[in-house]
């Protein structure tokens, strides 16, 4: 059945007819007009798809004559018979496609190896230790982001020489605009393809979508809050910035999903007993621990980060990347560098039909039609406008005429204020309520070679990369336990998993210095005043085998990894009513030094008392804060009775 062509109506009005539309000039506003077509014209499925599938073919031949009395249905069979005008357009497509799986790839690889999978075999400086080290880059991706390096300069007033590196994407930024969203991103490549895998809404209704909105402004209103609220040393940019929540999200709530039915598929194969599967139920095992992970994560709250994360991505289906277009601090960062770009789009008006097959296909709201002023803040550079436009009226090259961009952004100055004095009122509210600074919470454990927690605060970022390498699953995203400030900060659960005594990974592999780099050395000294310590552990004697229930019991004590021990055995005689009368049992009860004790909590990992444990630690007597010691420091040491 032959298509007629669209017709305007109220509600989605079409651009100016190609034969009264006249070259615009630079003292000849662009009319602004939508340019959209009717519903029935963009229905069927192939014009759904992604412009960039469609055939290879040049620009159209016909005579300029011919060419003016084209209407959009006469260009929507054009790109369908013939497919793509431009070539060049066509060949961008697959290179930033190219791009995009490179660098997820690379991304997915490097969150992989973060995590400890060679040997102990480096000795440290001191020969007493093993060093526990991680080959690889894995915090890359953090120390080329940009918004990771102005906000920790803000809020630090500091420059770290390891995101000196963001200079290569903010420098191509300011001459080409946002192009590490469209091609380099592996959060705004997985909301890309989320999208456009069978895209919904479809035809006039994605196109009423995809243009822009007044909502895509919030995205810098969030920029100016968090940015303020760094001024005021609270670094918060970290719960939005794409590469620190993909971090998160992925390393603390995907791979653990991934390994936790990973296993459980293992364990069916290797149950069925027979040989060739037990075999190959072996190899997955190896798979798993070189590709997945190679210890068994559990993670606090990590539901709350998974359901965030998909979320996100479930967005992505009601509207083209809703959190790069609507959300992002990060894109809000480099759509304002933008501003400055000496590369964009040139547009032909007067060749324009207003067939809508670019904005169907645009990822970023940046009005890439005919008759409008293209927004250069808001592109991705995807250039699905050029490989589809079957009129070639877009195109790409360096400095674009004036009348066809648009490089302001559309921020109104009350709406800035309120954002300013939102990020700034945070600030102080944050840190008068129970659980900051002046309440600390007892299990606010931060790992060791943690700044003290003003400054660590100021430098956090809660990426999780912490989080990811500790070896024994010890470190976990708080949720309360360091108050709104410190949401998704590193803390240790030792009941999940304990420090291990000589780990230093976390320190390595934070990219911004809360986490100052330390060696095994510093943990395990010598001396017990130059230790590192995290805490101390307590004991509760109306839980404890035997002190409260004459049962024996040496777990703590063999568990604690310092030399001399922070936990010694006290040998006692008792007479429990069970022995009888005149029985008597010999107990070894625990006590605990805390001048030897770091804080490591393996012997509250390892008490078999269930539920509340018997000895716990809590986060008083942390060096990293004088006013917090337990204990006054001149007290002489004993002689090592050895």
């Known amino acids: 059945m032959k298509r007629e062509s669209s017709k305007p109506t109220s509600d989605t009005p079409l651009a100016t007819p190609p034969e009264a539309a ?35 073919s040049g620009s159209p031949t016909e005579p300029s004559g011919q060419r003016a009395t084209r209407t959009a249905a006469d260009s929507i069979r054009t790109w369908r018979q013939r497919g793509a005008s431009s070539r060049k357009g066509k060949t961008l497509v697959w290179l930033r496609r190219g791009s995009q799986a490179f660098f997820l790839l690379l991304f997915l690889f490097l969150l992989v190896r973060t995590e400890f999978r060679t040997s102990y075999s480096i000795p440290s400086e001191s020969g007493s230790q093993p060093v526990l080290q991680i080959d690889q880059p894995v915090g890359l991706f953090l120390e080329i982001d940009p918004l990771v390096a102005v906000s920790t300069t803000l809020s630090t007033h500091s420059l770290r020489t390891n995101l000196l590196i963001a200079l ?7 001459l080409m605009g946002r192009f590490f969203c469209g091609w380099i991103c592996p959060l705004g490549t997985l909301n ?130 809703f959190w790069c277009r609507g959300l992002c601090p990060l894109g809000a960062l480099l759509g304002l560098l933008s501003r400055f770009a000496i590369f964009g789009m040139y547009k032909d008006h007067e060749r324009c039909t207003s067939c809508g097959l670019c904005q169907l296909h645009c990822q970023g709201a940046d009005e890439p039609q005919g008759g409008v002023q293209w927004r250069s803040s808001e592109c991705h550079l995807c250039f699905n406008c050029e490989g589809t436009c079957p009129e070639g009226v877009i195109r790409f090259g360096w400095f674009p005429r004036r009348h066809d961009v ?20 945070f600030v102080p509210l944050a840190r008068t309520t129970a659980g900051s600074d002046a309440d600390s919470h007892p299990k606010r454990i931060r790992p060791p070679g943690s700044l003290a927690e003003r400054e660590f605060l100021e430098r956090c970022i809660k990426c999780g990369e912490c989080m990811k390498v500790c070896p024994n699953n010890a470190l976990h995203p708080a949720l309360t336990q360091a108050g709104l400030e410190g949401l998704f900060s590193p803390v240790v659960i030792n009941r999940i998993g304990y420090c291990e005594a000589s780990c230093t990974l976390c320190s390595q592999v934070c990219p911004t210095g809360a986490i100052a780099p330390i060696g095994p050395e510093q943990r395990l ?13 307590f ?25 001399p021990k922070a936990i010694w055995l006290e040998e006692v005689a008792v007479h429990p009513r069970n022995q009888g009368e005149g029985g008597e049992l010999h107990l070894r009860r625990p006590h605990l030094d ?26 008083i007597g942390e060096s990293r804060d004088p006013d917090r010691a337990l204990l006054l420091r001149s007290r002489v040491l004993p002689e090592d009775p050895t």
């Open 525 to 537: 000294a010598e001396d017990p005043e130059r230790r590192i310590r995290i805490g101390t552990a």
């Open 539 to 563: 004991f509760d004697r109306g839980r404890c085998l035997p002190w409260a229930m004459d049962t024996p019991c040496i777990v703590c004590e063999e568990w604690c990894p310092v030399s």
């Open 406 to 425: 648009k490089h302001s952004v559309d921020l109104t100055r009350r709406s800035l204020v309120t954002s300013m004095a939102g990020g700034l009122a």
């Open 22 to 56: 006249k070259q615009p000039t630079p003292d000849t506003p662009i009319p602004k007009t939508t340019g959209t077509p009717s519903a029935p014209a963009l229905a069927s499925p192939e014009e759904t798809t992604c412009g960039s599938t469609a055939k290879p």
């Open 594 to 619: 805390p001048l030897y004790c770091i804080g490591c909590g393996a012997c509250e990992h390892a008490c078999p008392v269930a539920d509340s444990p018997a000895v716990y630690v809590t986060a």
């Open 168 to 174: 290569v994407v903010i420098l191509p930024t300011l």
């Open 192 to 321: 890309h393809w989320v999208s456009e895998i069978r895209p919904r809404p479809k035809g006039a209704s994605r196109i009423d979508k995809n243009r822009y909105r007044p909502y895509l402004r919030l995205k810098y209103y969030l920029l100016v809050g968090m940015l303020a609220a760094a001024l005021l040393t609270s670094l918060q940019v970290g719960l939005l910035d794409p590469i620190c929540l993909l971090i998160r999200s992925m390393g603390l709530a995907v791979i653990p999903a991934v390994d936790w039915l990973m296993q459980g598929a293992l364990r069916l194969v290797e149950g069925t007993g027979v040989g060739f599967l037990q075999s190959l139920a072996d190899w997955g095992q190896g798979l798993r621990m070189d590709w997945v992970t190679a210890k068994n994560p559990v993670v606090y709250g990590a539901w709350f980060l998974g359901f965030l994360f998909l979320a996100i991505l479930v967005l992505n289906r009601v509207i083209t990347r």
